[in-house]
């Protein structure tokens, strides 16, 4: 089925016009307008506008007029580079076919333009304005403003293509500028046209079409093919932006996806808007196409619709301002729009397949809330409408009277706690927040604890029965496929983790959420990263910050971190797909949802949470191969805590959670050399880079047990070594490596390590900092393999990054840059010990897989002592033999 979709992309790209033309038309170029410039529109970047100029307005009705000639008739696709922030309203008419608005929703490669940073209006993005018709010879378009935040309006440029327009910043397709910082070399890839002559193509991991053999399933811990086989999900996250892309655009990114090793990709956005619960059939469509697309490509899916700040409620609490956290566990409307949306998403035919995404074994995991929980901080009558509060808080009364006969005889249970919002005589027993659930608010509220004991009893059976409740219905709706319940964080990881994924297991899936993200300071730095923002480049390699690794998994249970990601400013991010495939497949985990696309190709600005940028994107391929192929191998178990729920509830708490930070060893913490049973009162932090640690349900802490770690860490040298032997982890120098038969490498601060020997592979790096991996091809051990990836990475910036220090590695941004991004200069060498002749190629690759023209590889030696010298501006070797 993929070459239905080749057959498709070619027809996207002729789409009846000959040779994919392009027309790519400057704002400036008017034929005539009224467009009322604004001296402020003068301090921006010129030379991250197309042609370094564009055409602005402000406070004024404005009309522009643009003629030019097309070779061919034809539907072409629309874009716009325009000014997206602040309420802008422009709309065009082509060819007189009358007035038709511009929607600005779904920027791509949204950039700041000021000179100064300023967070203003001054923002320029690409935005597809859909499929035009265009007629041979001359054409007409038009654009307008007469509406909108102070009539404002930027048009830098806009294009008609006749084929798939993948956005490069102010770059037209195919161009290279070679703009980078010093000592960086500029990352310009050219579109992709997926020919079979790429020597780096992961494709082939997949399946031809995904569920081609049906649905996929669950089996003790782990995710099984419907052809019976084990599966690891290296996936990704998308959100409306990218579901909203054009049908050309989201089979681009399909194979762009499939060709880096994708097998999964979470579509994370609501099907309705913002302030009105009715099931917007827009966005299904947008939903219906990219599943299908990705469907075509072997890539499963996991939906994701609801997070509470998508939506609000509209009265007088809310006002259309406030999320609706928590509602969604007890709330009779809040579960009545949910449900309803449910509905409609399982049931609506997709005009794509044929079929509704109920019956689509492409459609593998269903995810029923994102982050959002009654343990969480969120939770907390400051939080919630005071009669919804109070709803809530009756039910807390009627379980106390089912449980313990009458009110009254809950409160002499509790020792006469009472709360002054109680009202008895009305049923109302006043619910606590989240602050009361923890260890340290429990210990300080003693007199309470009974009564905080059956909070959390209750909360617990409350969510895990809404979580049953959920899944039945979603059954009924025709979806029998496996559905994840939750993913979020807790008040007291102590107290409450184990009772949050003890809920989930309501379902099939485990899933949680984390991100490497520290010091990074500014008034929007939760989401987005801006001038005048401070930051400084971290690594986790050196143990000074906690981690999103380590996690704790639920036994008889896949489990998938849904989002994870280190996220910019940082500098030191090529570490993060070398750490998830390797430590990830340590520890079993199931599925890794790298976050987030940002556009079907390549980011071309710097946003929070990268992924379609080198030191993520360009990493995947060598990533990809580790994590599916299973070439590290999953560690026993070494830490098992068997829990009792009740115990749980009364805020027992288990020791067996995940520190917020790695910097409080205590050698006392460690078992000896020796296998300890019974309940574990303790665990060493680093036992999650030595093996699996994980927890059941089953009620019978005397199993729980934890081996001795000793031997594997060296504390004195501080490097950590994995029970498998294939990893060590050396927090003292920032340096982890990997070496096991398929798979070998290294990354972080490589220099200061000096030579690293590995089995097959020894490195040799002039450069800080980088990630370096060999890995095969075909599955087989190095040694012999017929075909090698060699991946390189080390650190990236944007063209013309500025900061405070000097070298863009911290301190406060002075400019954000912008298109292309550059990669740090390699310097280096590798030297390979294989078996039999020496390799017959190493061809270096580009940016795309395929060879590059020209580009000579200097090598020397025999098989068993090749060396290859890194090429300067080289990401990719493909060794064959």
């Keep these: 089925m993929r070459t239905l979709n080749i057959v498709l992309l070619i027809a996207c790209i002729c789409s009846l016009v000959p040779a994919a033309e392009l027309i790519w038309i400057e704002g400036e170029d008017a034929k005539r307008h009224t467009f009322k410039t604004h001296s402020w529109y003068f301090d921006v970047t010129k030379t991250g506008l197309s042609g370094n100029n564009a055409i602005n307005n402000y406070q004024n009705d404005a009309e522009a007029h643009y003629e030019f000639t097309a070779a061919s008739k034809g539907d072409f696709h629309f874009w716009i580079r325009a000014n997206p922030v602040a309420g802008p309203k422009m709309e065009y008419n082509l060819n007189g076919a009358g007035w038709k608005n511009i929607n600005f929703g779904q920027p ?48 830098d440029c806009f294009v008609f293509s006749g084929g798939p327009f993948v956005p490069n910043g102010s770059a037209k397709p195919g161009q290279r500028t070679g703009k980078a910082n010093p ?23 997949n399946e031809d079409v995904a569920g081609e053999k049906g649905p996929v399933s669950r089996k003790g811990n782990d995710f099984i093919l419907g052809n019976g086989k084990k599966v690891k999900f290296w996936a990704a996250n998308a959100g409306p932006a990218i579901c909203a892309l054009d049908h050309a655009s989201h089979i681009y990114l399909a194979k762009n996806l499939a060709k880096r090793g994708i097998n999964m990709v979470r579509l994370h956005g609501g099907i309705y808007d913002q302030n009105n619960p009715a099931v917007s059939m827009k966005r299904i469509d947008h939903l219906h196409h990219l599943i299908h697309a990705l469907k075509q490509e072997g890539i499963y899916t996991k939906l994701s619709i609801y997070f509470p700040a998508w939506f609000r409620l509209n009265d007088h609490f809310y006002n259309n301002q406030k999320w609706p956290v928590t509602l969604l566990f007890y709330d009779k409307q809040m579960q009545g729009y949910y449900f309803k949306w449910c509905e409609t998403l399982f049931k609506t035919k997709n005009p794509y397949t044929g079929i509704p995404l109920a019956k689509d074994p492409a459609v593998a995991i269903f995810e029923i809330q994102n982050e959002d929980s009654q343990f969480f901080w969120t939770f907390g009558e400051k939080s919630v409408a005071p009669e919804r509060w109070q709803a809530y808080s009756k039910m807390f009364g009627s379980w106390c009277k089912k449980k313990y006969g009458s009110i009254d005889k809950a409160y002499a249970a509790w020792n006469g706690a009472k709360h002054a919002k109680d009202k008895p005589a009305e049923g109302v027993i006043h ?51 496996m559905i994840s319940c939750g993913n979020w964080h807790t008040a007291d990881s102590t107290t409450l983790d184990a009772l949050e994924r003890y809920c989930y297991t309501a379902g099939d899936v485990i899933d949680h959420h984390g991100y490497f993200d520290h010091n ?48 910019a400013p940082n500098a030191y991010r090529s570490e993060f797909t070398f750490l998830n495939s390797c430590y990830l497949s340590l520890q079993g985990c199931d599925g890794i949802f790298n976050f987030a696309i940002g556009s079907p190709a390549w980011d071309n600005s710097l946003a929070k949470f990268p992924l379609n940028t080198p030191v993520t994107l360009a990493c995947f391929p060598a990533a990809a191969l580790v994590y599916r192929n299973q070439y590290v191998q999953e560690a026993e178990t070494i830490v098992m805590d068997n829990l009792n729920i009740k115990e749980q509830m009364a805020l027992k708490g288990t020791a067996v959670n995940v520190k917020p930070a790695l910097d409080q060893f205590r050698a006392k913490q460690i078992p000896g050399g020796k296998k300890q049973e019974g ?17 059941n349900f089953e009620g019978k802490p005397e199993k729980s047990y934890q081996k001795g770690i000793n031997e594997f860490i060296d504390r004195s040298n501080k490097t950590i070594t994995s029970i498998t032997g294939e990893l060590m982890w050396d927090y003292g120098t920032g340096v982890a490596t990997m070496n096991t038969p398929k798979a070998q490498g290294a990354c972080g601060f490589l220099k200061a390590k000096g030579s690293i020997a590995l089995d097959n592979l020894t490195i040799n790096s002039n450069n800080a900092y980088a990630n370096i991996s060999l890995v095969a091809m075909d599955n087989k051990d190095i040694a012999t393999s017929k075909k090698l990836l060699l991946q390189v990475m080390t650190i990236e910036q944007p063209y013309n990054f500025k900061t405070s220090s ?23 060498s590798v030297t390979l010990k294989l078996k039999g002749a020496k390799p017959k190629s190493v061809t270096a690759c580009d940016e795309n897989g395929y060879a590059f023209e020209g580009k000579k590889v200097n090598n020397s030696g025999s098989g068993s002592k090749f060396k290859i010298d890194l090429n300067e501006d080289v990401v990719y070797y493909v060794i064959q033999r």
């Design 108 to 155: 791509i490669d949204n950039t700041n333009i000021a000179s100064n940073g300023a967070p203003d209006m001054r923002f320029i993005a690409w935005i597809n304005i859909g499929s035009a018709k265009l007629k041979k010879g001359n054409n007409e378009v038009s654009f307008r403003i007469n509406g909108g935040n102070q009539k404002h309006g930027y048009i």
């Design 183 to 205: 000592g960086f070399f500029a990352w310009e890839p050219a579109p992709d046209d997926f020919n079979k002559s790429a020597l780096i193509d992961l494709s082939f991991l």
């Design 431 to 481: 619910l606590g927040g989240a602050w009361e659930m923890t260890r340290k608010g429990s210990d300080q509220n003693a007199n309470k604890r009974k009564r905080i004991n059956d909070q959390v009893a209750f909360l617990t059976e409350n969510m895990r029965e809404f979580y049953q409740m959920a899944i039945k219905k979603i059954n009924g709706y025709g979806y029998k496929g």
């Design 520 to 567: 990074h300071k500014g008034q929007f730095a939760s989401w987005s990263v801006r001038p005048g923002d401070t930051f400084t480049s971290q690594s986790a390699l050196k143990f000074t910050h906690g981690n999103p690794l380590p996690y704790v998994e639920t036994d008889g249970h896949p489990h998938i971190i849904s989002e994870i990601g280190w996220p």
């Design 679 to 695: 309940k574990v009162d303790a665990i060493d932090p680093m036992s999650f880079y030595v093996g699996r640690v994980a927890r």
């Design 806 to 828: 000097g070298d863009g590695m911290g301190g406060s941004i002075q400019n954000m840059g912008g298109a292309p991004f550059g990669i740090k200069k390699f310097s280096g």
